[in-house]
């Protein structure tokens, strides 16, 4: 168990649909970064947040945003979905930005748009 | 633009021998280097790391290694067990920006 919780593991939804996709990260972390894996791709950086600040953006859609809330959690919205929108979520986080450590991820959910 | 390769895509190993994985990358500024390994349907597992300022990490079976001249890592894992066989990613963070660029992947298969 790494600590990173991601709710729900699956999401089935159709296109044109918006979900919001959360994750609470470790206890004491402060950087969240999320993650897309598409079928047989590599993990593509989406965005990252760090106490509550956008710090960075990966290749995301303006369709997609993300916010980190006061308590660290964090959400992914994603709207106007799209079938090519089906992937593999992951959160991750990480203590606190400057320091060279690992992140850890949540299990991941599995969004498929119908 | 690929910041971060790895240009095999699988890899078939025997139980018992070692496991070598590749990583390129392009960015000079990268500071840390990072193996995650990851199993189907599963959130990916830190492995071990190195930072740029090292030539060699060792972690058990686990020994990274980086040049960074070459701009190239690589992960050995010695001796190769059955529970290896999973997806190997090769990630690389800029401590700057804080952002941890990854790969595509290795599928690892550790045969009997």
């Known amino acids: 168990d790494s600590g990173v919780t991601q709710t729900p593991k699956h999401l089935i939804t159709a296109t044109g649909q918006r979900v919001t996709l959360r994750c609470s990260p470790r206890?004491?972390?402060?950087?969240v970064y999320w993650y897309q894996q598409s079928l047989d791709q590599g993990l593509q950086f989406l965005i990252h947040y760090y106490n509550g600040e956008e710090r960075a953006k990966g290749n995301i859609l303006e369709r997609f945003s993300a916010q980190q809330f006061p308590d660290l959690h964090s959400e992914l919205n994603l709207s106007s979905l799209e079938l090519g929108d089906s992937a593999l979520y992951f959160c991750?986080?990480?203590?606190?930005?400057?320091?060279?450590?690992?992140?850890?991820f949540g299990q991941g959910t599995r969004l498929t748009v119908v | 633009d690929q910041q971060v390769k790895q240009n095999s895509p699988s890899l078939s190993v025997q139980e018992g021998r070692i496991s070598i994985l590749n990583c390129d990358y392009t960015?000079?500024?990268?500071?840390?280097f990072l193996w995650y390994k990851k199993y189907p349907a599963e959130g990916p597992t830190f492995l071990i790391s190195i930072s740029s300022i090292k030539d060699k990490n060792e972690d058990g079976r686990f020994t990274v290694f980086l040049n960074k001249s070459a701009k190239h890592l690589s992960l050995h894992i010695v001796p190769s067990q059955p529970g290896d066989s999973a997806v190997y990613f090769c990630a690389a963070s800029l401590n700057r920006d804080d952002k941890i660029i990854f790969g595509k992947g290795t599928r690892l298969h550790i045969l009997p």
């Open positions: 991750a986080s990480r203590i606190r930005q400057g320091m060279n450590t690992e992140a850890f």
């Open positions: 960015n000079s500024m990268f500071d840390y």
């Open positions: 206890s004491g972390d402060l950087s």
